[in-house]
């Protein structure tokens, strides 16, 4: 599937969090010289912002759901039912909830508990991932007006 033209210059987002360096080795081996794809390793956990580390990104839960809700609420992120699992992703999406406790510290209340948290975790990524290589929303410069001599 990697070696397909509507994923030549994709990224392959892989999730190191619980299974480490052993699965990114084996996606490492695997992909060389045969996936038209880049892949980036993602490491998720807490903390304020995305920091690089050995093996890969660390990017927070926190900025994961903020991405998710953004999208969701303004409504650049919809979800066809014809899509497989469409109503069990609704549905943990529904049932998903962050709680910021008082030691200003996020915790994620449901993160990878349901039998299909997985697919929320999926869509986390896929989506931080795309806001982070968007070009920014501004309107380019205009121009100076001409003068017109008369």
Known sequence: MLRTS???GATLIVDRTGV???????????LRNQATCSYLAVTIGSGTDPTIGEGGI???RKELVG?????????RLQI????????????EMMKFKAKITLAKDSTLESWREGPHDDLVLAVGLAAWQSEKTLPPLIDPPRPWPTRVRV
């Open 6 to 8: 509507p994923l030549i």
């Open 58 to 60: 660390q990017v927070p």
């Open 20 to 30: 480490g360096q052993a699965v990114l080795n084996l996606f490492t081996d695997g």
């Open 67 to 75: 991405v998710l809700q953004v999208l969701l609420q303004t409504r």
């Open 80 to 91: 066809p039912r014809s899509l497989p699992d469409a109503a069990l992703l609704v549905d």
